[in-house]
């Protein structure tokens, strides 16, 4: 079951829901996330996803020019991309996202708080080649039936949890790639530790996905070594782009 939702998570819920989705024809090719991941581990290297967004609940605030940051992470060699596209909190917009699409042959992860199935025809129209669904923020019956649409789409549902209840319902749906969210997304709190302790609990099949929290090679490390697959970092990234030569 979800939490009872309040303060800024109930807000940007409601204002998901009335977003008026774009419809018009794909116009770019599918690019998958899963084999990226899987190659570059093949390769000995860490599979980064370089996230872009401009501002976030915790504080952060960091403005880039969003198509030369994509050229630069897709030149550095990450596996895919994560784009904000959530306007309250994050001053994200689907405007962004679809230059973004136009500019790298990255596999492209629609981050938003996605609940109606408006947003996932909107993810498919302007780009994405997965998309992000949050747990914590939807009833069980609910996520079931995104993550299929999402599937009915040909995109790849990523589905994030921040504990063993978000686990077991993500496991339920059928979800195999899975994100672990350092943060809690109640209190903001950030625990890299957590991730690991849910990793051990994931089923092995699963694509395990870290988030939040990555600031240092050492930690990526640490999580690979723990069962982590690929590790998505975007305040760190967003900062000091340069950095991900030293996480790769």
Request: proline share 4%.
């Amino acid at each position: 079951m979800p939490r009872e939702l309040t303060g800024w998570l109930n807000e940007v819920v409601r204002a998901a829901q009335k977003r008026k989705p774009i419809i018009k024809q794909r116009e770019r090719a599918f690019y998958y996330l899963k084999e990226n991941i899987l190659k570059k581990k093949e390769d000995g290297l860490n599979p980064i996803i370089a996230e872009f967004k401009k501002r976030s609940p915790s504080g952060f605030m960091q403005d880039r020019d969003p198509i030369k940051y994509a050229k630069f992470m897709e030149s550095a060699g990450v596996v895919g991309m994560s784009v904000l596209t959530e306007p309250v909190y994050f001053s994200g917009s689907y405007e962004v996202f679809e230059a973004i699409a136009k500019t790298v042959k990255l596999p492209l992860l629609f981050k938003d708080f996605v609940v109606t199935e408006d947003q996932v025809h909107t993810a498919y129209s302007i780009g994405a080649d997965a998309v992000l669904l949050i747990v914590h923020i939807l009833k069980e019956k609910e996520l079931c039936n995104l993550f299929e649409t999402i599937k009915s789409y040909g995109m790849t549902p990523l589905v994030e949890v921040e504990d063993e209840s978000d686990l077991k319902t993500a496991n339920d749906c059928g979800a195999d790639t899975i994100g672990i969210n350092a943060r809690d997304l109640s209190s903001l709190t950030v625990s890299v530790e957590k991730i690991i302790q849910l990793i051990k609990i994931t089923p092995k099949k699963s694509l395990k996905i870290a988030e939040s929290g990555i600031n240092e090679r050492h930690q990526i490390l640490k999580l690979k070594e723990n069962g982590a697959d690929a590790f998505l970092i975007g305040t760190a990234l967003m900062k000091d782009p340069r950095k991900i030569q030293f996480f790769i």
